[in-house]
T-cell receptor, first 114, second 110 residues
Framework: EPEVTQTPSHQVTQMGQEVILRCVPISNHLYFYWYRQILGQKVEFLVSFYNNEISEKSEIFDDQFSVERPDGSNFTLKIRSTKLEDSAMYFC????????????FGEGSRLTVL | GENVEQHPSTLSVQEGDSAVIKCTYSDSASNYFPWYKQELGKGPQLIIDIRSNVGEKKDQRIAVTLNKTAKHFSLHITETQPEDSAVYFCAADNDYKLSFGAGTTVTVRA
């Protein structure tokens, strides 16, 4: 069964450092998403991406965040200068049509900012 | 924006008993309500969903009900088994993005 894969599974970084989280969506999917889950809190929408541009972003997704699809397979989330409060599990998701009913989530990348 | 509240936060049931998780939402424009199961170390996986034009949906041992007037929806798991132990999230879709509840950790005791 096709799946969304994410790397790294866990990253520890120092505050102020740049972090790139990588995702390989399912190959025929066209819509890509990042969600995050701070420990003990809700899963929160960060950003959606379609046709090589951001289609929607939340208030959390400020100038420190960026997304990119650098080639035909990867979808990345960059945090330019990490803060302690960026520590969370980051989930990538993809879908064919963009409808939430067809979202497939990856296993997540745990980011720990020290 | 949409706010989804989920209860209880933890639920322990005896194997074979039923489990019920309840969620409320705030935005009457939300029209799609999925439920996700998250096992340890994995991402959320869709287990069942319901759209706003339907009041109830069932898939084997799991069912979901929706009351649009009251803005609440529930997940029912019957004849629980040890493999049902996981974290369950409800969510509501408004404008093609999901707002999640805080999750319910379900433990099925053998």
């Amino acid at each position: 069964e096709p799946e969304v894969t994410q790397t790294p599974s866990h990253q520890v970084t120092q505050m102020g450092q740049e972090v790139i989280l990588r995702c390989v969506p399912i190959s025929n999917h066209l819509y890509f998403y990042w969600y995050r889950q701070i420990l003990g809190q809700k899963v929160e929408f960060l950003v959606s991406f379609y046709n090589n541009e951001i289609s929607e972003k939340s208030e959390i997704f400020d100038d420190q965040f960026s997304v990119e699809r650098p080639d035909g397979s990867n979808f990345t989330l960059k945090i330019r200068s990490t803060k302690l409060e960026d520590s969370a599990m980051y989930f990538c998701a993809s879908s064919v049509t963009g409808h939430p009913g067809e979202l497939f989530f990856g296993e997540g990348s745990r980011l720990t900012v020290l | 924006g949409e706010n989804v509240e989920q209860h209880p936060s933890t639920l322990s049931v005896q194997e074979g008993d039923s489990a019920v998780i309840k969620c409320t939402y705030s935005d009457s424009a939300s029209n799609y309500f999925p439920w996700y199961k998250q096992e340890l170390g994995k991402g959320p996986q869709l287990i069942i969903d319901i759209r706003s034009n339907v009041g109830e949906k069932k898939d084997q041992r799991i069912a979901v009900t929706l009351n649009k007037t009251a803005k609440h929806f529930s997940l029912h798991i019957t004849e629980t088994q040890p493999e049902d132990s996981a974290v369950y999230f409800c969510a509501a879709d408004n404008d093609y993005k999901l707002s999640f509840g805080a999750g319910t950790t379900v433990t099925v005791r053998a």
